[in-house]
């Protein structure tokens, strides 16, 4: 409890310190449309003096574009783009007060370390005594005192790199725009820039924006963390705030590892999931409300059996160098598997070749003859009628012997004009797969399919889920329905006659834990955490 009081005075502080400085930037309502397709959707945001801020997403989000807007490079669909209290859209990119570092630095290979460093300020025809002084300055601040005369093709990248943020700071702008400089970096280098950058920033005391699709970076050197996604922005926050506060589950799958599983609120401070009911902090959803639910690897513990909330079988043990990564299965999944019968395709034609028909064998559970109709029929058998020229749909009749009785029957599909197939019904007692632990049940049917119906499926996972009329349902509501996923080992595109295993299975649950003590796998193990570990975010689609 100590931590999370700590983490809301944090947050708190950062709030009021945050309205204590000045609005250097504001993005109000920006939207960059290339072509038609729009990659800022309104981006509203605030940019405050001295801040470190990274613009966080994978490629394609809009970051670099919002950076480039900023920059001058490009415009605006819609939007204003304030500075310091005046809009700067129409002002070009080298009256703007700010400088850019690209991940390609884009040296002069011409130049030694001074001059290029000193390049924007001889352009700016400052007399060579001032130039001395600052470039001498920069080189202090970047760690490269007598480097000046070198070549700068003969530096390291870290190297090469440090003299591009000086080359940009040296004209002392008020903001350093930063496109994902550490790109070109080797991990060793990148990991050691980052705490250069973040040194600079501090001594030099100038706004940093910094873009980057890497969470680490941003975790590690940013006061403000922008969260972005398809063109607009998610959340916006410090490290402490995106990482233990965010907002979906977009967030917390990009900023580091997580459990994320579905829940439902039932009312402030009590949410519930897998089946349990936890006490967690958080409050203002309505009651039960959907939700998604986030906890960390780091905030779960490994305890014996009778001392967890959740109780589970470990599955997996990954040594990671200073921890064990665990994946502990809470939730056992639940399978059914079930027979593909393959046959020949059997479309039976017309004498004037006007008219084709087909249908298939299948299966009945006995107790879904009570509403069976002969529209179910039809779709049950696929069944289906045409004209072979025209690809028309022909309407056809069913005739069969079914009765409300466990055994075998026949049913005839014909047209109009007196063309049929006759294929068999089998009625059975299906056996239902009960999983009482996972709360849940499944059931599906063994089935018969042609070659073709097979190798021409847009949506075969889809359509076996059909033709085996695969359902999964929760015990104690059988109106609340489970998801399945499906397995196969055959090739739709190559596959011939015969019997094929298809299996139908909810996912169940794991979560990963990450400890520094070792379990050994298959342990019978209790997992616990503490209410405020349990991070609570609105449901979201994608």
Request: charged share 30%; aromatic share 8%.
């Amino acid at each position: 409890m100590g931590g999370n009081a700590t983490y809301v005075l944090e947050k708190k502080r950062g709030s009021i310190m945050e309205n204590e400085k000045n609005k250097l930037i504001q993005f109000k309502n920006v939207v960059k449309d290339f072509d038609g397709q729009i990659v800022l959707k309104g981006i509203d945001l605030d940019i405050y003096e001295n801040e470190f801020v990274t613009l966080l997403g994978p490629s394609g989000c809009g970051k670099t574009t919002l950076l480039r807007i900023l920059g001058g490079f490009l415009e605006p669909t819609e939007g204003q783009v304030i500075f310091d209290g005046q809009d700067i859209l129409k002002l070009p990119p080298y009256k703007r007060e700010l400088n850019t570092v690209f991940q390609k630095y884009a040296l002069f290979p011409h130049m030694n370390v001074y001059d290029n460093i000193a390049f924007g300020l001889k352009i700016k025809k400052m007399s060579k005594d001032i130039i001395e002084q600052k470039v001498m300055k920069m080189l202090k601040l970047i760690n490269l005192e007598g480097y000046e005369k070198k070549n700068v093709t003969l530096l390291s990248g870290g190297q090469q790199q440090r003299v591009a943020i000086a080359r940009a700071l040296v004209n002392e702008p008020s903001v350093l725009l930063l496109d994902e400089p550490l790109g070109a970096l080797d991990l060793k280098l990148r990991k050691e820039m980052q705490y250069e950058l973040k040194r600079i920033q501090q001594e030099v005391g100038i706004t940093f924006i910094f873009v980057t699709h890497d969470q680490e970076e941003a975790l590690t050197m940013s006061d403000k963390i922008v969260v972005m996604k398809e063109g607009e922005i998610q959340q916006v926050g410090t490290p402490q705030d995106i990482y233990n506060e965010p907002v979906n589950r977009y967030v917390a799958n990009f900023i580091g590892e997580s459990n994320i599983v579905p829940g439902r609120m039932l009312e402030d401070k009590k949410v519930r999931f897998d089946d349990i009911t936890f006490d967690c902090v958080d409050v203002g959803f309505k009651e039960n409300e959907p939700v998604d639910v986030v906890i960390r690897p780091e905030d779960i513990d490994i305890v014996p059996v009778d001392q967890g909330k959740m109780t589970g079988t470990v599955e997996n043990v990954l040594f990671k160098g200073v921890h064990y990564e665990v994946m502990v299965e809470t939730v056992p999944g639940t399978h059914v598997t079930v027979n593909m019968h393959v046959r020949k395709n059997e479309n039976i034609l017309s004498e004037d070749g006007k008219e084709a028909i087909s249908a298939n064998d299948f299966y009945l559970d006995l107790e879904d003859m009570k509403d069976i109709d002969d529209k179910e029929i039809v779709a049950r058998a696929d069944a289906q009628a045409w004209n072979p020229q025209t690809d028309e749909y022909i309407s056809i009749k069913v005739d069969t012997d079914l009765k409300e009785e466990i055994g075998e029957y026949s049913v005839t599909f014909s047209t109009g004009s007196g063309l049929q197939v006759t294929r068999k019904i089998w009625v059975i007692d299906q056996r239902v797969v009960e999983n009482k632990k996972a709360n849940e049940a499944v059931s599906a049917f063994n089935f018969f399919k042609s070659k073709d119906e097979i190798s021409e499926s847009p949506a075969l996972d889809t359509d076996l889920k059909t033709w085996a009329n695969a359902q999964g349902w929760k015990l104690d509501n059988e109106e609340e329905t489970i998801d399945l996923s499906v397995d196969y080992d055959f090739d739709p595109e190559n596959i011939t006659e015969g019997v094929y295993k298809v299996t139908f299975w909810t996912t169940g649950r794991e979560f990963k834990i990450h400890t520094t003590d070792f379990v050994e796998e298959g342990k019978e193990v209790g997992l616990t955490f503490f209410p405020e570990d349990i991070h609570v975010m609105e449901k979201m689609g994608f």
